[in-house]
């Protein structure tokens, strides 16, 4: 993939933090990836606010319900995660 540099300027407090949680992966990575969530997050809340201005506001029932799905598979992809951890190390 084609990469830009760029400059950007931000709180040196907010960098040290970074740069601590970055360690491993760099700078670049870490904010493409915070790039990348930010922009998908933009796009869903322009998808949510146009479905609300066709269909109408969320009701609570359909937002807990979303909820508890959305912690379903949550709990299942953890579940995934860890049985996929747990089974590379042991032997057939």
Same mark, same amino acid.
């Given at each position: 993939?084609? $990469?830009?540099? &760029?400059? *950007? $300027? &931000?709180? %040196? =407090?907010?960098?040290? !933090? &970074? /740069?601590?949680?970055?360690?491993?992966?760099?700078? #670049?990575?870490?904010?493409?990836?915070?790039?990348?969530?930010?922009?998908?997050?933009? /796009?869903?809340? @322009?998808?949510?606010?146009?479905?609300? =201005? !066709?269909?109408?506001? *969320?009701? %609570?029932?359909?937002?807990?319900?979303? *909820? @508890? %799905?959305?912690?379903?598979?949550?709990? =299942?992809? !953890?579940?995934?995660?860890? #049985?996929?951890?747990?089974?590379?190390? !042991?032997?057939?």
């Amino acid at each position: 993939m084609a $990469t830009k540099k &760029i400059t *950007v $300027t &931000i709180p %040196e =407090e907010l960098l040290e !933090e &970074i /740069r601590t949680e970055a360690a491993d992966r760099g700078l #670049s990575a870490y904010f493409a990836e915070a790039l990348r969530f930010k922009r998908d997050r933009d /796009r869903l809340l @322009e998808l949510v606010n146009w479905l609300e =201005e !066709e269909y109408g506001p *969320v009701t %609570e029932d359909e937002r807990a319900a979303a *909820v @508890e %799905e959305l912690t379903d598979l949550d709990a =299942e992809h !953890e579940r995934r995660r860890t #049985s996929g951890k747990r089974g590379a190390g !042991e032997a057939a």
